[in-house]
């Protein structure tokens, strides 16, 4: 009988050791968890607050670039024809500052869309990115009933609705796609496909419509109308010479009866 009180009494202790370190290894393990989770929104909130530096930059060189014009514009009211042509070169400088400023400003994002693919369905085993967290990371598991799955980033398993996820190419996709897109333009459909240069003087008519092209172009726009009115022909006459030594434009034509006639360009982009 000793001999078994003996035994209980060593039994208890070893369950009660064996408890103890559950339950350190419970909270080691919910530590771990939680210092993971925190890192992942630190990283997610340095990565908004550089976005958002980055916008800060590109908004306030296009305000400056738009004051910058809105000056020339007043003075070229009151001055001679050479002057006036000199600005236009000066204009013309500024945008291809601007845009210079503006690829570099969006050529890693360019990069980083041809290194993902959305057309693909996600299988388990994907290497994949978490959109809401922009963090990589691979799928271990098949979509459930909730349409989602569970991803492991980095040693954290987590489920994401399928949704939120990309699949990223691997090296060998990469490799055989040629990447034939256009740059991203940073303007889209704010652009009206129509400018109305009436009631401008010659020199007027040219700052504003050099300008209006490029913005043109970077929305996407594959055709404009430009309306000159029909007038003594001088309008339309010099809009046609400056269109044809534009480079973004492919070809250039008066509208048809339905689209205005000789009061009317229409302008074909490359």
């Known amino acids: 009988m000793k001999q078994i009180e003996e035994n209980r009494i060593y039994i208890e202790e070893k369950k009660r050791e064996i408890d103890r370190l559950n339950e ?4 080691k393990h919910s530590s771990f968890i939680d210092k993971e989770r925190k890192s992942l929104e630190k990283s997610e909130k340095m990565i908004d607050e550089a976005n958002y530096e980055a916008r ?23 001055m001679d024809k050479d002057k006036v042509r000199r600005i236009n070169e ?14 570099n400003q969006y050529s890693e994002d360019i990069y980083n869309q041809d ?33 989602n799955v569970m991803v492991q980033i980095g040693l954290l398993k987590m489920k994401v609705k ?24 940073l303007k889209t459909s704010s652009i009206n496909p129509v400018i109305d240069l009436r009631g401008l003087t010659l020199d007027e008519a040219l700052l504003e419509l050099d300008k209006y092209l490029d913005d043109a172009f970077m929305s996407n726009l594959n055709e404009v109308q430009i309306i000159h009115g029909k007038g003594t ?12 030594k534009h480079k973004h434009v492919k070809q250039s034509r008066l509208g048809t009866f339905n689209e205005g006639g000789d009061g009317v360009t229409i302008v074909t982009f490359k």
């Open 115 to 147: 290194n993902y693919d959305e057309d693909t369905p996600l299988e388990n085993g994907d290497s994949v990115l978490v959109r809401s967290l922009n963090q990589k990371g691979y799928i271990i598991s098949d979509v459930d009933n909730s349409q």
């Open 90 to 103: 000066l204009r013309q400088s500024l945008n291809e500052k601007t845009k210079e400023f503006e690829e």
């Open 162 to 185: 399928k949704s939120d996820l990309v699949k990223i190419k691997s090296e060998e996709e990469k490799k055989q796609k040629t990447n034939t897109s256009r740059m991203i333009k």
């Open 56 to 78: 800060k930059i590109v908004e306030s060189a296009q305000r400056e670039a738009s004051e910058i014009i809105k000056e020339l514009r007043k003075l070229s009211a009151n």
């Open 233 to 244: 022909g001088v309008l339309r006459e010099g809009v046609t010479q400056f269109l044809k």
């Open 24 to 27: 350190e290894s419970q909270k």
